[in-house]
């Protein structure tokens, strides 16, 4: 690989592992010699840039029989190689993208080697050689039709991917499906939230055998609520638009890193299932603790992080609103973020809610501060009841099903939120639609805010460093 251009050089120079980063594209070029070394600029989710080293070119594809040449693109973290790519897709004009389990929307790449990304265990290498059998698997690009293009295999790719509608399944295809999984106080509470706030065509709610939050199903057999089915078989959700998790396992382990691993080896039997069931879907966990479990759904389901979240600090956030707008008549949309105990900190919007532009969050100030600390002290008196998180459950459920882009403060992939570099989930603000989340841009805290949220980056990333997922 030719690396002596004097920009990549430059750009090579500044990352942390430099030898170590040369010598794996060195790797990567003698398997795959088609992949060009460049330079460019990546724009993050958080619209921050910065100049990295991208890998470019085509992966070789078999499918019905014939071998087709797939366009990729990887950006390589200045901490390369131990930190995974971002890998996407590049359509050429006369392609588009099939959103999967594997590729979002967007032509964002995701497979479980990125995931579980462990350097040196881990390779590119590797990695496309996962890739290469994924997408034989399900190919993420199709070609668009051209009446023009009478090539019979272009015409079968274009008809591979019409839906037929007779008018007999139209209502079908658009069904407002909910599924709960996970019994207990918090199950029904999230079912009878969700049957009250959202227009649904379908609850299926799961009460699951190992989990120890169970009950409820006999009752709603019983009294047989309209839309609602009673299910222990996880294939019942399938084809939801949104799969709400409530399940626990709690065990009598002594450790509180044994404790959470029940409910992780608890959520191995169920995530990926679900995943496979409604790739689709945005899965919103509530299991505790909530933001080391929508950690572990989302590496589990290996679904983009934009669609798995968790209920976090939202009631918290919509409480804390309430207060500032009825209380204390401050008319300003403010959200609870961080992790969803005592380190949890309150932050404000610089826009009104009827100004009409997208919602930011405002820099640390003094002049807030004051406000806003009496407010949150207020808020810390309510406590979270199974009913007021079920509420809050369908509140983001509703966003969801509705594509309303509502701001919600939702545990969400924080990496690169605010320079922070770990691989954590926290509350941020998020909005919500039908395609999941997306975060609102990072600022400037002030201290006492940054320092909590930086010592729950710090457990939170220990924790999860003890658990097997």
Not at 118 to 143: C, G, N, R, T, W
Not at 385 to 402: E, K, M, Y
Not at 425 to 447: D, E, K, W, Y
């Amino acid at each position: 690989m030719d690396l002596s251009s004097e920009k990549l050089q430059r750009i090579l120079s500044k990352y942390k592992f430099h030898d170590v980063a040369v010598e794996e594209l060195q790797k990567i070029y003698r398997i795959y010699p088609g992949m060009v070394a460049s330079t460019g600029t990546y724009t993050f989710s958080d619209t921050t840039q910065k100049d990295l080293v991208r890998l470019i070119g085509n992966i070789p594809v078999q499918y019905g029989g014939r071998s087709y040449n797939f366009p990729v693109q990887l950006w390589l973290m200045d901490s390369f190689p131990f930190t995974p790519p971002i890998c996407l897709l590049r359509p050429t004009p006369n392609m588009f993208i099939r959103e999967g389990k594997h590729v979002d929307g967007g032509g964002r790449i995701h497979l479980p080697k990125l995931h579980n990304w462990d350097y040196p265990k881990s390779s590119v290498a590797s990695l496309l050689a996962e890739m290469i059998v994924k997408f034989e698997e399900h190919p993420p690009l199709s070609s668009k039709s051209n009446v023009d293009n009478k090539d019979p295999q272009d015409l079968l790719a274009f008809v591979a991917n019409l839906q037929i509608n007779d008018g007999a399944n139209s209502h079908h295809q658009q069904m407002n499906k909910v599924s709960v999984v996970g019994g207990g106080d918090l199950g029904m509470a999230s079912v009878m939230s969700i049957l009250s706030k959202c227009k649904v065509d379908q609850l299926v709610f799961i009460d699951v055998n190992e989990s120890s939050t169970k009950g409820g199903s006999m009752d709603l057999e019983i009294f047989r609520l309209p839309q609602v089915e009673v299910s222990r078989d996880l294939s019942a959700s399938a084809g939801s638009r949104v799969v709400v998790v409530t399940a626990n396992a709690w065990s009598g382990e002594q450790s509180y890193a044994s404790v959470v691993q029940t409910n992780v080896d608890l959520y191995r039997g169920i995530i990926p299932n679900l995943a496979r069931y409604s790739p689709n879907a945005v899965l919103l966990i509530a299991s505790q603790p909530v933001d080391i479990m929508t950690h572990v759904a989302w590496r589990q389901s290996c679904l983009p992080p934009t669609r798995v979240i968790g209920a976090g600090c939202n009631l918290d956030s919509e409480r804390l609103g309430y207060i500032l707008d009825i209380n204390l008549n401050t008319h300003q949309p403010a959200w609870v973020i961080g992790e969803l105990s005592d380190n949890k900190v309150a932050v404000m919007s610089n826009a009104g809610p009827s100004s009409g532009v997208q919602p930011q969050i405002a820099a640390g100030s003094n002049s807030t501060k004051p406000l806003l600390d009496r407010a949150f002290g207020m808020t810390k008196t309510r406590g979270q009841r199974s009913w007021s998180v079920g509420l809050s459950i369908a509140d983001i459920t509703d966003s969801v099903l509705t594509d309303k882009m509502k701001t919600h403060s939702v545990s969400t992939l924080a990496q690169g939120w605010g320079g922070i570099g770990a691989e954590v989930f926290l509350s941020l603000p998020c909005i919500m639609g039908s395609n999941g989340s997306t975060r609102l841009a990072g600022v400037s805290l002030g201290q006492e805010e940054d320092s909590k949220l930086r010592e729950s980056v710090a457990s939170l990333g220990s924790l999860i460093g003890q658990l097997r997922i």
